[in-house]
């Protein structure tokens, strides 16, 4: 079997880096909103929850989007798959020394920004720039 390496794109110039940026502007914006109107602990709350939702989308993108072309289709399904499962082990763990670690804490500011953070997802399709060919 003969060994591929993979067409790696830089960080930045993946079709799913928007979605990210985004993502990391949303959390800072909700993270400030939360310490200007309900205090420090709300803030940084807030900032804790929506790294919960960053980081592990980060990973995912880094380990999703190593491969490209059709030769690689093996490759990519796998490196999706062991993204996929990295990143639901990042979150629980993140979670886990979040609630463990971090005192005083706010739940409602942590899941709050958690979700907000995670909605970004879903306008994906708006923030990517990427044409479709047809043959």
Known sequence: METRTPNRLPF????VFPVLLAQFVILL???LGLWQWH????GYSGLC????ALLPNVYFAHRA???TGARAAQAIVRSFYAGEAGKLILTAVLFAL???GVK???????FGVFVLTQLVSWFA???????????
């Open 49 to 52: 929850g929506g790294l919960i």
């Open 29 to 31: 914006l909700a993270a």
């Open 39 to 42: 205090g420090v602990v709300a």
């Open 125 to 135: 399709p708006l923030l990517m720039r990427t044409t479709l060919s047809r043959p």
């Open 104 to 110: 005083p804490l706010a739940p409602l500011a942590v």
């Open 12 to 15: 930045h110039r993946l079709a």
């Open 98 to 100: 979040t609630f463990a």
């Open 65 to 67: 989007f190593r491969f």
